[in-house]
Nanobody, 120 residues
Framework: QVQLVESGGGLVQAGDSLRLSCAAS?????MGWFRQAPGKEREFVAA????????YYADSVKGRFTISRDNAKNTGYLQMNSLKPEDTAVYYC????????????????WGQGTQVTVSS
């Protein structure tokens, strides 16, 4: 069982930066982030392995967002730079025992979500 608690969301202006954190407990797992904007399906954002190697990203955030983790602190992070209004969504921290998926059903554990709003 993995428990996930996100923090760090908020209201920012376009071009600003924001860092989300995900406090986790449980066994070894792949950690990732999804987001869901109003009226849209949940969208994969990024994921990272237990070791922190080989992160992968959605094309829409590549070069702007960075996923990382500190296993000593049982915490994962999503650094979001150059934010755009289209990044506005509820962001969910997720965990899985499987590597490489971008599909929401493949992630077994979900946090409660944190709202990120980017104004133009």
């Amino acid at each position: 069982q993995v428990q996930l608690v996100e923090s760090g969301g908020g209201l920012v202006q376009a071009g600003d930066s924001l860092r989300l954190s995900c406090a986790a407990s449980g066994r070894r797992y792949v950690m990732g982030w999804f987001r869901q904007a109003p009226g849209k399906e949940r969208e994969f954002v990024a994921a990272i392995s237990w070791s922190g190697a080989n992160p992968y990203y959605a094309d829409s955030v590549k070069g702007r967002f960075t996923i990382s983790r500190d296993n000593a602190k049982n915490t994962g992070y999503l650094q979001m730079n150059s934010l755009k209004p289209e990044d506005t969504a509820v962001y969910y921290c997720v965990a899985s025992q499987s590597w490489g998926s971008r599909r929401a059903p493949d992630y077994d554990y979900w946090g409660q979500g944190t709202q990120v709003t980017v104004s133009s």
